[in-house]
Structures are given as C-alpha cells and as structure tokens.
C-alpha cells in the first residue's frame, strides 16, 4: 500500500502521541524500548497501532521524574526524540523543502540574463507573458530579489513598475504578489486586510499563526518601511471587540520555536481551556494568551491532552454557535498553529467550490506557500475532495493566471 505524505505526518502524529501517553499519563510510566517500522502497524482500517509493547519496561527509575535539561517531563534526555512535536521533526528533517512546489533548475542562467530577458518581455508589440513565467515562475525569493536589485540597477526602473505597465487583472496581481520579498508581500496582504477588515476576513490571522517568528517580525518590519507606521497600529485601529482582543497579540506575537514542551503546563492549561469554554467565556484573557503566546509545540502538546482528557478535539468544543464569526475565527486560529494543511485546503476549497472563483484567495495561498509546504496542502486537498488540485485550478481559471498557477503549483507539462 502506498502512503501519501498526509497518511505518513498522520502516523508520526498519532505514534508521537501514543508514546507520550506511555511516558508521560500512564502509570507506571511506559518506555518502549524499540520503536521502529516494524512496531508501527497499519490495519485494514488504516488505523495505526504500536506492536511489541511486552518489550516495553514499566520501570519508572528509567524514568527521570523531574524536569530535564531539555524541559521534557518524565523522559531521560536520550529518550526526548520520542516526544518532540511534528514542527520539530519536520524542521530537522527539513519537510518544509521537501513540501515546496516550486521548482527551480538545476542550472539557473546568470540574473543579468534573467534581467535581459525580462527586458525583451516589455519589448516591441505585446508582451511575452510565457516568458514572464518561464523565468519567475522558476525563481525562488532570493533569485527573484536579486532579479529586481539587478533590473533596477540595469535599466533604472523597478522591475514592480514594469510589471504593473505591461500586465492586468488576476494575471498581474498573481505575478506582482509573486515578486515580492515573502516579507513584503506579507506586509502587502496585511495592509489590504486592515482597509477592507470584515469578522470573516482572516488573512491578518492567517499571517500571523502561520509564519515563523522571525518571518512574522520581517513583516512587520516591512510594514514599517513600506507604510511608515506599525501593523499593531492598523490592526487596533481596524478591529474593535473581542476581534481586536486576539488579533493584535496574534500578529504582535513572538512565538519561541524550540522543541521544549512542558507537560505539566500543557495539562493545567487544557484544563483552563475547558473550563473557560464550557462557561462559554470564548474571549477570556487567558484563552487568548494560551493561543497568542505558546510555542506552536507548547500548544499542540496542550490540545493533545484536551482531547485526551475531555474526549473532543478543542475544535468541536468551539462550534456551540456556528454563526457566531468570533468563534469561527478562533477555531481557524487553532487549525493554523495545529494544522496548517487543513486550514489552507478549506480556504482553497472554498474558493474554487464556489459560484465565480475567489481568486483573491486562491492567488494569495498558492503565492504565500508555494515555497513553502503547498505539497502537502495539495495532497490534502486531493484527500478531501478526490480531485488533484492542479485539475481543479485548469477548471476554474484560464489564460496566463492559470498558466503561472500551475507553474508554481508544481504541475508538469506530459
């Protein structure tokens, strides 16, 4: 049987938690001393099931029963790979380039040919918008950057500028957002956001929950130089209520990325979770400070035991009132910082499944992931609606925006 990356980053998930529930909630604590491929078992179901546990030692002084120098609870500091979240797995075996559409040659002509090329795009009668895509659709965002230093310095005007005489519509806002520095572009997308803010407008959350901390602080850094004031100053001065209560500490965050989990913490503040929304209290201080400041880490190892202890994934918990657009906004908040892949599948989905193509919000996933993880989406957009999502853009978009589309969504010419 064949696995697709979502089946693979699934059974990581679940053996992660089953072993954490082993050294960590059972007593006497678990250690299973041989885990490997051939201990992870898959049924006819697809369910995943750990085998060879009368190997496993029930002896709790393997166990060190204080904190370790690593900050993981009850496992000895050789053992902590067991425990570590996906985030952390996924950086050091470096998933995130491995999930990236975005294909670039293995050899890449000189940027002043680059430069030249596009220079002959703009010429004569009619621009050349496949070589347009031949060349940026194939350039990743230190390529692209040094494309439009070298073009500025070469001709004189902004490669931007160029691009804005010579093209129009979705295609133009495609390649014009493509172009920009990710920081930048961030920035861009975050401006936009706050001018035309509405509850279900989610982009400034998206950004914020789903960006690193140091790409987080870059946008704000380019919001700075871009528009001469702060994001947190737009984002207050756009949102009121409890939307302004968690958006300006979300995009205000600095989240720390180690692989550290607490597991005492993670258990007292599910259990605040619980309390605070079953007493329907959605936008407590205390709610809101668990999701705008823990580690993406922190958090997950929290809804793990949420749903262990209480029996429901935070999520349902969330939807007693599915029009309330607070509600809604918080739960895309916890699928950003838990499941990043769903939460962009949902909003691909709903702009391609709908009467007329949001292409605002199909340009804006496949520009900002591209580079990113859109594999992966990709792959969890096919799980969902048993269609490729390649297909699914060729149907619902034509011309050169479905062109370079493509391109950066990894597809390839047979």
């Known amino acids: 049987m064949k696995l697709g990356w979502i089946k693979r980053i699934n059974v990581i998930k679940v053996v992660l938690y089953a072993l954490s529930y082993m050294h960590h909630d059972f007593s006497p604590n678990i250690v299973h001393p041989d885990i490997s491929s051939k201990n992870i078992l898959l049924d006819s179901?697809?369910?995943v099931h750990i085998s060879g546990l009368w190997h496993c030692q029930a002896?709790?002084?393997h166990l060190t029963s204080i904190k370790s120098n690593s900050g993981v609870y009850g496992v000895?500091?050789?053992?902590?790979f067991l425990t570590r979240t996906l985030w952390e797995i996924q950086k050091e075996i470096k998933v995130e380039e491995a999930m990236a559409t975005l294909t670039v040659p293995t050899t890449v002509p000189s940027v002043s040919e680059d430069c030249e090329q596009l220079r002959k795009a703009f010429s004569g009668w009619g621009t050349n918008e496949g070589l347009i895509i031949d060349i940026l659709g194939h350039r990743n965002a230190e390529q692209r950057n040094l494309i439009r230093k070298t073009y500025a310095e070469t001709y004189g005007e902004d490669l931007l500028k160029a691009l804005d005489k010579e093209l129009s519509n979705d295609f133009e806002r495609l390649v014009l957002l493509w172009a920009l520095d990710p920081a930048e572009r961030d920035a861009l997308l975050a401006n936009e956001a706050t001018k035309r803010w509405t509850s279900r407008n989610q982009v400034l959350m998206e950004i914020a929950c789903t960006r690193s901390a140091n790409q987080l602080l870059h946008a704000r850094q380019a919001y700075h130089a871009r528009y001469k004031k702060s994001l947190e100053e737009d984002v207050a001065h756009h949102t009121t209520g409890d939307f302004r209560k968690l958006l300006l500490p979300l995009v205000s965050s600095y989240r720390y990325e180690g692989e550290e989990v607490n597991m005492t913490l993670a258990k007292t503040e599910a259990k605040l979770l619980h309390e605070k929304i079953s007493n329907k209290a959605y936008s407590d201080d205390d709610v809101i400070r668990v999701l705008a400041t823990r580690s993406k880490a922190q958090i997950n190892a929290t809804l793990n035991h949420y749903k262990n202890e209480y029996g429901n994934d935070i999520n349902k918990d969330l939807k007693a009132d599915p029009k309330d657009e607070f509600l809604a906004?918080?739960?895309?908040?916890?699928?950003?910082?838990?499941?990043p892949e769903k939460y962009f599948e949902?909003?691909?989905?709903?702009?391609?499944?709908?009467?007329?193509?949001?292409?605002?919000?199909?340009t804006r996933v496949v520009c900002t992931r591209a580079e990113v993880d859109l594999k992966i989406i990709a792959d969890?957009?096919?799980?969902?609606?048993s269609v490729p999502l390649t297909r699914a853009i060729v149907k619902d978009t034509h011309g050169d925006y479905e062109k370079l589309l493509l391109v950066l969504a990894g597809h390839v010419e047979n």
Not at 76 to 80: I, S
Not at 329 to 337: E, I, M, N, P
Not at 380 to 385: G, I, L, V
């Open 329 to 339: 906004l918080l739960r895309s908040t916890v699928k950003c910082l838990v499941y």
């Open 380 to 385: 969890e957009y096919q799980r969902r609606n």
């Open 45 to 47: 179901d697809n369910e």
């Open 346 to 362: 949902k909003v691909l989905r709903l702009a391609i499944n709908r009467r007329g193509t949001d292409e605002g919000a199909l």
């Open 59 to 61: 002896s709790k002084t």
């Open 76 to 80: 000895p500091k050789e053992d902590n």
